[in-house]
């Protein structure tokens, strides 16, 4: 699995994105669109990539059938921040 996503919000986040999801047991290819809510402890906006592997796919079950529905996601992560302040003294240094 692979895909593409992105996030805003503040205290309640709204998420969304796209994966494609490749099924080893039936030799299937399929991209779902997905959308989403929850909290977070942060504000902002921001994208994401992500990967992974799926278990549990039965030869007897097409894509659709097999992945497809809801899920629960758990998300962790680390961001750098750097927004410059302007200042209103021009000078770094005070002359006489």
Do not use: C
Not at 24 to 52: I, P
């Amino acid at each position: 699995m692979e895909g593409v996503g992105g996030y805003e919000g503040v205290i309640g986040q709204i998420t969304g994105g796209v994966e494609t999801v490749y099924d080893f047991a039936t030799f299937e290819r399929q991209t779902f669109w997905y959308a989403g809510g929850g909290f977070t402890d942060s504000s902002g906006v921001g994208a994401y990539l992500n990967g992974g592997v799926v278990k549990g796919f039965r030869p007897d079950k097409d894509i659709i059938r097999d992945y497809a529905g809801p899920f629960l996601v758990l998300q962790g992560g680390v961001s750098f921040n750097h927004i410059p302040i302007p200042s209103k003294n021009k000078t770094l240094s005070r002359g006489p």
